[in-house]
Nanobody, 126 residues
Framework: QVQLVESGGGLVQAGGSLRLSCAAS????????MGWFRQAPGKERESVAA????????YYTDSVKGRFTISRNNAENTVSLQMNSLEPEDAAVYYC???????????????????WGQGTQVTVSS
């Protein structure tokens, strides 16, 4: 069992930065690939970024490449998402998720996630 708790959301002006953090409970954190997803009103939940169990490989959706950075600390059971140059289109509820994936996989679909956090709101003003 893994429990995930996100923090760090808030209101920021376009062009600004936010850092989201996700704290995981349980001793098996390093067994899971981790990902950040987002869901805006009226839209489907989409994958934003993901990172392998070791942290050695990452995935980003095209719209955030070069602006967002995902990282993890297996010693502290945390995964973070540094978001720079935020745009109004980035506004959404952001969720942290954990997935058991076969070796070589990085990104995963929402339906492949084993655990979810409760979400944190990111609002970007133009």
């Amino acid at each position: 069992q893994v429990q995930l708790v996100e923090s760090g959301g808030g209101l920021v002006q376009a062009g600004g930065s936010l850092r989201l953090s996700c704290a995981a409970s349980g001793r098996t954190f390093r067994a899971y690939a981790m990902g950040w997803f987002r869901q805006a009103p009226g839209k489907e939940r989409e994958s934003v970024a993901a990172i392998t169990r070791s942290g050695g490989d990452t995935y980003y959706t095209d719209s955030v490449k070069g602006r967002f950075t995902i990282s993890r600390n297996n010693a502290e059971n945390t995964v973070s998402l540094q978001m720079n140059s935020l745009e109004p289109e980035d506004a959404a509820v952001y969720y942290c998720a954990a997935a058991l994936l076969p070796p070589g996989r990085v990104g995963f679909l929402p339906q492949e996630a084993n655990y979810w956090g409760q979400g944190t709101q990111v609002t970007v003003s133009s």
